[in-house]
């Protein structure tokens, strides 16, 4: 079987305010800690200043945007691809759109990027986005197989879904990986530590042991991997792996606990494992 590749992406949105707000640091310092951290790229909405700095380092990007206004897609998508994405994460549109205008929109979106060539967008599992809730997301993806005939490319943040559905550990499998035929159709995964209260839950405790939250968190990112490998072993297909850890600035963290960029650095590692394990 051809072997399958993991990329390791940090987001900068990881690095926000780090080391702090007083003197937070310059892009560059942010991409030389990426790089020391052993991560193969990042994520961002990406710029010219994106793409430059990391050529310089050669690290991998993924671009983003956030947009409902179709007129805005060709160029939103464009920007990216001028600044070295191939892949795209897309949240789309809003919590009010509705099921027939999340499926136009996202036909738009993807017969946009065809037209270009030569870049995958991806639909993210999002709150206040057009896939805020399982159904509203699998109504989509339905939409779209029935529309095209193929299967809809999305990054997975099941974090989301859990918080909506009130989940508990023991039923996180159970309730989150019910379509195998997306999961491995997909390429982009944020696995950011959550439970069925919150969206993100710490790493660590602060003195480097790990919390019963993460613990209780990592069975279900084995059961995602294998989940994407597949009856194929991944038939040489690409993941990649977004420790997402959020910053106190937007409130996914909070002050008191463990920074999320020292976070995210320790969460890669565990990643890493779990996907070797997961493949051997």
Same mark, same amino acid.
């Given at each position: 079987?051809?072997? @399958?590749?993991? /990329?390791?992406?940090?987001?900068?949105?990881?690095?926000?305010?780090?080391?702090?707000?007083? $003197?937070?640091?310059?892009?560059? +310092?942010?991409?030389?800690?990426?790089?020391?951290?052993?991560?193969?790229?990042?994520?961002? $909405?990406?710029?010219? +200043?994106?793409?430059?700095?990391?050529? &310089?380092? #050669?690290?991998?990007?993924?671009? /983003?945007?956030?947009?409902?206004? #179709?007129?805005?897609?060709?160029?939103?998508? &464009?920007?990216?691809?001028? *600044?070295? *994405?191939?892949? =795209?994460?897309?949240?789309?549109?809003?919590?009010?759109?509705?099921?027939?205008?999340?499926?136009?929109?996202?036909?738009?979106?993807?017969?946009?990027? +065809?037209?270009?060539?030569? =870049?995958? @967008?991806?639909?993210?599992?999002?709150?206040?986005?057009?896939?805020?809730?399982?159904?509203?997301?699998?109504?989509?993806?339905?939409?779209?197989?029935?529309?095209?005939?193929?299967?809809?490319?999305?990054?997975?943040?099941?974090?989301?879904?859990?918080?909506?559905?009130?989940?508990?550990? #023991?039923?996180?499998?159970?309730?989150?990986?019910?379509? @195998?035929?997306?999961?491995?159709?997909?390429?982009?995964?944020?696995?950011? @530590?959550?439970?069925?209260?919150?969206?993100?839950?710490?790493?660590?405790?602060?003195?480097?042991?790990?919390?019963?939250?993460?613990?209780?968190?990592?069975?279900?990112?084995?059961?995602?991997?294998?989940?994407?490998?597949?009856?194929?072993?991944?038939?040489? $297909?690409?993941?990649?792996?977004?420790? +997402?850890?959020?910053?106190?600035?937007?409130? /996914?963290?909070?002050?008191?606990?463990?920074?999320?960029? #020292?976070?995210?650095?320790?969460?890669?590692?565990?990643?890493?494992?779990?996907?070797?394990?997961?493949?051997?």
């Amino acid at each position: 079987m051809p072997t @399958p590749k993991l /990329y390791h992406v940090a987001n900068l949105w990881s690095l926000t305010d780090y080391p702090s707000a007083v $003197r937070p640091w310059s892009l560059g +310092e942010q991409l030389d800690a990426i790089k020391t951290a052993g991560f193969d790229g990042f994520t961002t $909405r990406l710029e010219a +200043e994106h793409a430059r700095e990391a050529q &310089k380092r #050669e690290l991998f990007v993924v671009g /983003y945007f956030s947009s409902g206004d #179709e007129t805005q897609f060709s160029d939103l998508l &464009k920007s990216q691809k001028d *600044a070295g *994405a191939r892949y =795209i994460n897309v949240q789309l549109a809003d919590h009010d759109t509705t099921p027939d205008e999340a499926l136009r929109l996202t036909l738009r979106l993807m017969e946009e990027a +065809e037209r270009i060539g030569g =870049i995958e @967008p991806a639909v993210e599992v999002h709150r206040d986005t057009c896939t805020e809730t399982p159904e509203k997301t699998y109504a989509l993806a339905n939409g779209y197989i029935q529309k095209t005939g193929k299967t809809l490319p999305m990054t997975w943040d099941f974090s989301h879904l859990s918080v909506v559905k009130h989940l508990s550990p #023991e039923n996180y499998i159970e309730r989150l990986l019910v379509r @195998p035929d997306l999961i491995r159709s997909s390429v982009q995964f944020h696995f950011r @530590p959550f439970n069925g209260h919150h969206c993100q839950v710490p790493v660590t405790r602060g003195d480097g042991s790990l919390t019963r939250e993460v613990t209780d968190w990592l069975p279900f990112v084995r059961a995602t991997v294998d989940t994407w490998l597949g009856p194929d072993k991944g038939g040489g $297909r690409t993941m990649i792996a977004v420790p +997402e850890m959020g910053p106190v600035n937007g409130g /996914y963290n909070f002050e008191q606990l463990p920074n999320s960029w #020292e976070e995210a650095i320790r969460l890669r590692p565990m990643l890493d494992q779990i996907w070797r394990e997961a493949v051997a």
